[in-house]
């Protein structure tokens, strides 16, 4: 296992896991914080022995959002808007989403603000029965400002980011899982396995499609159909000239599960 000050990482098996362990500060965001988990990110989808990305955290809490007493220090020396906590956290929400390897939120305790929203940058979310969700914005007179405003519409509906957004409700782990929020509930003493197995699925498919597909989805809501399906077919060629498409291909015909290698 590897630590980056208020992170902890370790790769087994083709699966990253990142613990975010800052427990006495409810594993609140801070700068270094931030630039740490940007670099392992860089690191890991640089790392062709990485086929996915767990996301988790240490304590009761996934994450209380920002570090509100950084906030409070740069606000007394007047440097609020310019010491670039929302640049950073920005530069860390872009990576994570564009990342090129499966992500997955093992989600523990409280996910709030900026915390909520780093879940909302992984692909997939599995949440244990104590996690709760909360927008945490308007409550402090603010507006989202790490992709919430970006991705609740698009995974819950407009009608639902609103109510989640406006009214600043807590969000239960069963509230959460109704409104599609995430994708699977579990005891929280079998999140760490039930993460694990997923990822181990995830580990052993063809990560080169699964990089295409992501980008697809991803850019696809800025295109017509048309667009989009040549997108698919220019996707598509690539990954048929992949070393994966030709071991499906190999696989179907001799009529064997394939093995992937990720490229």
């Given at each position: 296992?590897?630590?980056?000050?208020?992170?902890?990482s370790?790769?087994?098996?083709?699966?990253?896991?990142?613990?975010?362990?800052?427990?006495?500060?409810?594993?609140?965001?801070?700068i270094?914080?931030?630039?740490?988990?940007?670099?392992?990110?860089?690191?890991?989808?640089?790392?062709?022995?990485?086929?996915?990305?767990?996301?988790?955290?240490?304590?009761?809490?996934?994450?209380a959002?920002?570090?509100?007493?950084?906030?409070?220090?740069?606000?007394?020396?007047?440097?609020?808007?310019?010491?670039?906590?929302?640049?950073?956290?920005?530069?860390?929400?872009?990576?994570?989403?564009s990342?090129?390897?499966?992500?997955?939120?093992?989600?523990?305790?409280?996910?709030?603000?900026?915390?909520?929203?780093?879940?909302?940058?992984?692909?997939?979310?599995?949440?244990?029965?104590?996690?709760?969700?909360?927008?945490?914005?308007?409550?402090?007179?603010?507006?989202?400002?790490?992709?919430?405003?970006?991705?609740?519409?698009?995974?819950?509906?407009?009608?639902?980011?609103?109510?989640?957004?406006?009214?600043?409700?807590?969000?239960?782990?069963?509230?959460?899982?109704?409104?599609?929020?995430?994708?699977?509930?579990?005891?929280?003493?079998?999140?760490?396995?039930?993460?694990?197995?997923?990822?181990?699925?995830?580990?052993?498919?063809?990560?080169?499609?699964?990089?295409?597909?992501?980008?697809?989805?991803?850019?696809?809501?800025?295109?017509?159909?048309?667009?989009?399906?040549?997108?698919?077919?220019?996707?598509?060629?690539?990954?048929?000239?992949?070393?994966?498409?030709?071991?499906?291909?190999?696989?179907?015909?001799?009529?064997?599960?394939?093995?992937f290698?990720?490229?």
């Amino acid at each position: 296992m590897t630590t980056h000050d208020s992170l902890l990482s370790q790769v087994e098996a083709g699966v990253a896991w990142v613990t975010i362990n800052r427990t006495a500060q409810r594993n609140a965001l801070d700068i270094p914080t931030l630039k740490s988990l940007h670099a392992l990110l860089e690191t890991y989808n640089a790392d062709p022995a990485v086929r996915v990305v767990v996301l988790t955290a240490n304590g009761r809490s996934f994450c209380a959002g920002a570090d509100l007493d950084e906030w409070a220090a740069a606000e007394a020396r007047g440097a609020l808007e310019s010491y670039g906590w929302t640049e950073t956290a920005h530069a860390l929400m872009s990576r994570l989403c564009s990342l090129e390897k499966p992500t997955i939120a093992a989600i523990n305790g409280t996910a709030v603000g900026a915390g909520m929203d780093l879940a909302l940058c992984c692909d997939l979310r599995i949440a244990g029965e104590s996690a709760r969700f909360k927008a945490g914005y308007t409550s402090m007179a603010y507006s989202p400002d790490a992709g919430a405003s970006w991705h609740l519409p698009r995974l819950i509906g407009a009608e639902q980011a609103r109510r989640l957004l406006f009214l600043d409700e807590l969000w239960g782990a069963d509230r959460a899982f109704a409104a599609g929020l995430v994708s699977e509930i579990c005891a929280d003493d079998q999140l760490q396995t039930a993460a694990s197995e997923l990822a181990a699925r995830l580990a052993v498919g063809p990560t080169f499609a699964f990089a295409q597909t992501k980008k697809l989805m991803r850019e696809g809501a800025d295109r017509s159909l048309p667009e989009q399906l040549h997108a698919e077919l220019a996707a598509g060629l690539l990954c048929g000239r992949s070393e994966d498409g030709n071991e499906a291909l190999r696989a179907a015909m001799e009529k064997r599960p394939a093995r992937f290698i990720g490229r």
